[in-house]
């Protein structure tokens, strides 16, 4: 039977992940790899797009079928401070991201690729809660130097997608209630929800809060001052967003082996493991004062999230701050790109209009 579908399209440095998703369930996933193949050499961004559109482009004619495509959604990329919400793409849009204009990632791409794609079919292209929303209150953004402010940059995408899932689930209005959501995955997101709008958060990226698999996290400064003098600003960042945290420590960023250490009685592996729970639980803690304390419920997601020793190990530091916890375990980005399509299509959400 003939559905209405929406194509998701995420694209990485080393993959391209597509889906397409009718309002009910998935239709097709497939991840494309680009190991061995004439992208991996590219180093532009820009320089890529026509062959990842091309493999896109495949698979589509392949999976389609019967269904009709009514819209297409791409990876938001690193598209400067904006608020949450879902962004038609446009010339501006695309000009900043496939041209780098605020940082290059590969994530960059999926505005113009999901363009593209749209352009063929005559349908509306998306992007959705990039991670470079920005919904900070003016006293979060204060660093303690001036001309260092502090930046949001976190998984606004499977954030907002969990917390609109969580309000289904509990029966709450999203503008009547206020969250803590845990992102755990390669990087880590702490952020307070106030009536939908996230307030404050740690910076996933680099020099916030927790550290995680790969990340450094917050660090002393007096210790981070003698490193840089050390290291070049290009190797520095490197280190601290790529290898970091549990990787720099126990030689793995896989929390599955780290895991399987600590149930085994590894003690070094137990240290690491409870430190980054310890730093996990106290950035929950910061951030339960953001809201007063006047929190519905505590929601864990992100890959960390299906391992229940992690949960419960959280819990038992945070359970004292509100009654519910709330686990969505997955990066869920797909699904969540597609969910954004549909409130489009079907005006039950704002399509905003993106200015650079």
């Not at 062959?51 to 009514?70: F, P």
């Amino acid at each position: 039977m003939s559905e209405e579908v929406v194509l998701t399209i995420n694209p990485g440095s080393t993959s391209t992940k597509i889906g397409l998703f009718s309002r009910e369930k998935e239709i097709h996933v497939e991840k494309i790899d680009h190991s061995g193949t004439a992208i991996a050499d590219m180093h532009s961004i820009k320089d890529q797009l026509p062959l990842r559109s091309k493999y896109i482009t495949e698979i589509l004619n392949n999976s389609l079928g019967d269904n009709k495509l009514v819209a297409v959604v791409g990876r938001g990329g690193l598209v400067g401070p904006v608020p949450s919400g879902i962004y038609e793409v446009n010339e501006d849009l695309m000009d900043v991201t496939i041209n780098c204009l605020y940082a290059s990632h590969a994530s960059n791409l999926g505005a113009s690729l999901a363009y593209e794609v749209a352009q063929k079919y005559q349908i509306p292209s998306y992007i959705v809660d990039p991670v470079t929303v920005d919904e900070m209150i003016p006293e979060a953004r204060i660093s303690g130097v001036p001309g260092i402010e502090r930046r949001s940059r976190l998984h606004a995408l499977n954030i907002n997608a969990v917390v609109r899932q969580t309000c289904k689930d509990l029966g709450l209005k999203k503008e009547e209630s206020n969250f803590i959501v845990v992102h755990m995955g390669g990087g880590i997101s702490v952020a307070p929800i106030n009536h939908g709008r996230i307030i404050d958060t740690n910076d996933a990226l680099v020099g916030m809060g927790p550290f995680s698999p790969e990340r450094a996290g917050a660090l002393p400064l007096e210790g981070l001052m003698k490193l840089c003098q050390e290291n070049s600003l290009k190797d520095m960042k490197i280190k601290l967003t790529k290898n970091s945290g549990i990787k720099a420590y126990l030689g793995t960023n896989d929390m599955r082996d780290v895991v399987k250490r600590v149930k085994d009685g590894d003690e070094k592996a137990t240290l690491i493991y409870n430190a980054m729970i310890y730093q996990i639980s106290k950035e929950i803690g910061a951030m339960a004062t953001t809201l007063r304390g006047e929190i519905d419920a505590i929601v864990f997601t992100g890959g960390m999230a299906y391992e229940d020793l992690t949960i419960n190990k959280l819990w038992e530091r945070v359970s004292f701050i509100c009654d519910q916890k709330v686990v969505i375990p997955g990066e869920n980005e797909l699904e969540s790109l597609a969910q954004g399509g549909f409130l489009a299509i079907d005006k039950q959400q704002e399509v905003l209009e993106y200015k650079k």
